[in-house]
């Protein structure tokens, strides 16, 4: 053999040798398990695993957290990846929009991840047409569609749709989004629920209704005879979803609508109802304070005070307490022995609300 021969062979042996080792040397470690990553970290206080965490690369976060969630199946259990999870939030930087949109869409990102991701895509300012996108794929998890519609700034057409096309908590977020964003738009949204003559209406949508309905009433007194009339049906169909409905969010969101409507008829009817509980009774006189000192100061009778006496017994209320007396001194209304005990004890228990 030559020496030139000798020469070449001994190059690409050289070569081949170097390749190898520069191989060698980039080659990942071995993957550490679920169990061997808490091994290692339990011992730290989360300040210390903060400050360790923000030295990894976002991508090797995820890759982490992916190994962390799938040990952790329970909803409880992911607080433990809370310090991962806020390192990570912190490097939306180091994302693109598509490598953010590509990893929520992926199929072993489980619920705490994709929150992250979402919020880090939030953060960055994407284009937020790529997230109401994910609304409409059908392997996206609807908790991760609720999350995109209570963080993301979505366009009002875009809430409308959410609420329109899901029978769940997405359209319950969607529609408490809307009512802030165009309460027009909401009410609109809630009526087409009011007058869905189906039978296939759930507690969720019956609740965004509700939700719709009672900002638009709470902020427009009907004035002409057509607000009157939905005014009317819409209070029909209130009364009708807590009498009826077997969601109990529902019947209770139907009477936190209707005690936002701030109508004395509806007071008195929420007052006299044995089947609405207490709680839903105390939230309506919180509520409508101003309404109930309106009403025991132009008591006629004991007929006209009997709705303000039940409200004190669930709420005493010293402001009210006093219009009480004052109509009792004032010999509009006779002393009973009802109204002796229902002033006793906002004397005792009473609280000072004074109300819009």
């Known amino acids: 053999m030559k020496a030139n021969e000798r020469l070449i062979i001994a190059l690409v042996f050289f070569a081949v040798l170097?390749?190898?080792v520069i191989l060698a040397v980039k080659q990942e470690a071995p993957t550490e398990s679920a169990q061997e990553l808490f091994a290692r970290?339990?011992?730290l206080s989360e300040d210390e695993l903060f400050e360790l965490k923000k030295k990894d690369s976002g991508q090797d976060l995820v890759k982490e957290?992916?190994?962390?969630?799938?040990a952790l199946p329970k909803d409880d259990d992911k607080m433990a990846l809370l310090v991962h999870l806020v390192a990570l939030r912190e490097k939306h930087d180091e994302f693109t929009e598509g490598e953010l949109i590509d990893l929520i869409?992926?199929?072993d990102t489980d619920d705490a991840l994709d929150s992250c991701l979402v919020e880090?895509?939030?953060r960055k300012g994407g284009d937020v047409s790529r997230?109401?996108?994910l609304l409409e794929d059908d392997s996206i998890d609807s908790y991760i569609k609720e999350y995109i519609v209570a963080t993301a700034d979505l366009p009002k057409d875009t809430l409308t749709q959410a609420a329109k096309l899901n029978k769940d908590s997405i359209t319950v977020t969607a529609m408490k989004r809307l009512a802030v964003e165009d309460e027009e738009q909401a009410f609109e949204l809630a009526m087409s629920i009011v007058r869905d003559t189906s039978d296939d209406l759930t507690g969720e949508q019956c609740?965004?209704?509700?939700?719709?309905?009672?900002?638009?009433l709470e902020n427009h007194y009907p004035a002409t005879e057509a607000e009157k009339e939905q005014k009317a049906e819409v209070v029909t169909w209130l009364k009708n979803l807590h009498a009826t409905s077997s969601d109990e969010l529902a019947r209770d969101q139907a009477i936190y609508a209707l005690a936002r409507i701030a109508d004395e008829e509806i007071f008195c009817y929420i007052m006299e109802n044995e089947d609405i509980d207490d709680t839903l009774k105390l939230t309506t006189v919180e509520r409508n304070i101003a309404l109930v000192k309106e009403m025991a100061r132009n008591a006629a009778s004991l007929e006209d005070m009997k709705p303000v006496l039940l409200a004190m017994k669930v709420l005493p209320v010293t402001q009210v307490g006093n219009e009480i007396s004052k109509a009792v001194s004032s010999e509009r209304i006779p002393m009973t022995p009802e109204i002796e005990e229902v002033l006793a004890y906002v004397k005792a228990e009473g609280i000072s609300l004074s109300g819009k």
């Open 41 to 43: 970290y339990e011992n």
């Open 18 to 20: 170097t390749l190898t």
């Open 105 to 107: 869409k992926r199929a």
């Open 207 to 216: 609740w965004a209704a509700c939700l719709g309905l009672a900002q638009h």
């Open 131 to 133: 997230l109401a996108a």
């Open 120 to 122: 880090m895509y939030v």
């Open 65 to 70: 957290i992916i190994i962390l969630e799938k």
